[in-house]
T-cell receptor, first 116, second 118 residues
Framework: AQSVAQPEDQVNVAEGNPLTVKCTYS??????LFWYVQYPNRGLQFLLK??????LVKGSYGFEAEFNKSQTSFHLKKPSALVSDSALYFC??????????????FGAGTRLAVHP | GAVVSQHPSRVICKSGTSVKIECRSL??????MFWYRQFPKQSLMLMAT?????????EQGVEKDKFLINHASLTLSTLTVTSAHPEDSSFYIC??????????????FGPGTRLTVT
């Protein structure tokens, strides 16, 4: 089955340290991969996406992600974490179906806690 | 950037009543909109895909007669929870896909609606 996995429920990191939020996927064909962030009681905000091209994708707020086809991963990274980065992060993959229909499926989410 | 709004942001209703949630794309046209629900500390689950001018496509296990979706214009989709029960209490998030522009077309999310059924 096509799916997205975020193996960590929570990631804790000290402010100023680098952070990584992991994501692996299992889809057929070439994946379209996304990262979103959600603050409490809010909708999702787009961070970045990989469609094709350079495996290292840069996005909003200093985040970046690296597409690794051999490891089927798309980990989110930031060189220096901020307390304000504390939020819920979702990895997603767009599934494509016949007739042009497509939809996003989400990983379970990873809560990032950045400590001062 | 593209903005998607939802109204209301919070609603409390009594068991057995119906409640309507609106989703609007404010500065772009959306042929396709999506409705998700999110339980506390869980991921988003797609409920249905709403297509302007046609019937919605529901995901497996979602009751179409309970969750009525109408997408009457390119900027508005509504979700009506009929005969609400406490277990329908959840955070409902809509998303709208830009109808024009280069493919793959962007999908933008609304701020969500917190529904509490008492």
């Amino acid at each position: 089955a096509q799916s997205v996995a975020q193996p960590e429920d929570q990631v804790n990191v000290a402010e100023g340290n680098p952070l990584t939020v992991k994501c692996t996927y299992s889809v057929s064909g070439n994946p379209y991969l996304f990262w979103y962030v959600q603050y409490p009681n809010r909708g999702l905000q787009f961070l970045l996406k990989y469609i094709t091209g350079d495996n290292l994708v840069k996005g909003s707020y200093g985040f970046e992600a690296e597409f690794n086809k051999s490891q089927t991963s798309f980990h989110l990274k930031k060189p220096s974490a901020l307390v304000s980065d504390s939020a819920l992060y979702f990895c997603a993959v767009r599934l494509h179906f016949s007739g042009g229909y497509n939809k996003l499926i989400f990983g379970a989410g990873t809560r990032l806690a950045v400590h001062p | 950037g593209a903005v998607v709004s939802q109204h209301p942001s919070r609603v409390i209703c009594k068991s057995g009543t119906s409640v309507k949630i609106e989703c609007r794309s404010l500065d772009f046209q959306a042929t396709t909109m999506f409705w998700y629900r999110q339980f506390p500390k869980q991921s988003l689950m797609l409920m249905a895909t709403s297509n302007e001018g046609s019937k919605a496509t529901y995901e497996q296990g979602v009751e179409k007669d309970k969750f009525l979706i109408n997408h009457a214009s390119l900027t508005l989709s509504t979700l009506t929870v009929t005969s609400a029960h406490p277990e329908d209490s959840s955070f409902y998030i809509c998303s709208a896909r830009d109808s024009i522009g280069p493919k793959p077309r962007e999908q933008y999310f609304g701020p969500g609606t917190r529904l509490t059924v008492t």
